[in-house]
């Protein structure tokens, strides 16, 4: 079966750079969210989006942007790169109505040096 | 402060050997599940339970959702090596967009 895609897999900046996080998900799922996981923790909320709207947003920083696209794939813009940014970043879709179960991809592990 | 509480957060057991990991929040889940993370990867969703009182099973691991549905745990019955890595729960609330709260996290060891 599909599952969700992300690109790059790894990417490595510098301070101050930008960088775009892409995300596929799975075919006919309507709704994508991003996470943030650092090392050692529990992955964290940034944002989400049903059938390309905005639908909900966390602690995501304002140097971050996102959205979805005609063809349900998402971005997720970075600008201003800091340190602390360094974390694995992964995507999840879902189809709405499926009690929310979200099937996750294989991440993007974000190196700022 | 973490809104869902899993415990024990590292666990080190023989082969064989029975285990349960808990999941507590003091609020309502609309739905909670369990996944399987292993390192530098994405979590692969293990079971979603939706109904208080809810009990699945997948081969050898029981989930069971609390009557309230503030609560869950993952019961391992005769574990072994291959059940070795790191078990998250997480919950969406209800009247929610279906954003997901994370445990802290199991981290399972299972000696041969």
């Known amino acids: 079966a599909a599952g969700v895609i992300q690109s790059p897999r790894h990417l490595i900046k510098e301070k101050r750079e930008t960088a775009t996080l892409k995300c596929y998900p799975i075919?006919?799922?309507?709704?994508v969210y991003w996470y943030q996981q650092g090392p050692g923790q529990d992955p964290q909320f940034l944002i989400s989006f049903y059938e390309k709207m905005q639908s909900d947003k966390g602690s995501i920083p304002d140097r971050f942007s996102a959205q979805q696209f005609s063809d349900y794939h998402s971005e997720l813009n970075m600008s201003s790169l800091e340190l602390g940014d360094s974390a694995l970043y992964f995507c999840?879709?879902?189809?709405?109505?499926?009690?929310?179960?979200?099937?996750f991809g294989p991440g993007t592990r974000l190196t700022v040096t | 402060t973490q809104l869902l509480e899993q415990s024990p957060q590292f666990l080190s057991i023989q082969e064989g050997e029975n285990l349960t990991v808990y999941c507590n929040s003091s609020?309502?889940?609309?739905?909670l599940q369990w996944y399987r993370q292993e390192p530098g990867e994405g979590p692969v969703l293990l079971v979603t339970?939706?109904?208080?009182?809810e009990v699945k099973k997948l081969k050898r691991l029981t989930f069971q959702f609390g009557d309230a549905r503030k609560d869950s745990s993952l019961h391992i019955t005769a574990a072994q090596p291959g059940d070795t890595g790191l078990y998250l729960c997480?919950?969406?609330?209800?009247?929610?967009?279906?954003?997901?709260?994370f445990g802290q996290g199991t981290t399972l060891q299972v000696k041969p």
């Open positions: 999840a879709s879902t189809l709405r109505g499926s009690r929310y179960e979200q099937y």
């Open positions: 997480a919950g969406a609330y209800r009247s929610n967009t279906g954003k997901l709260i």
């Open positions: 609020s309502v889940f609309s739905s």
């Open positions: 339970v939706v109904t208080g009182g």
């Open positions: 075919p006919r799922h309507d709704t």
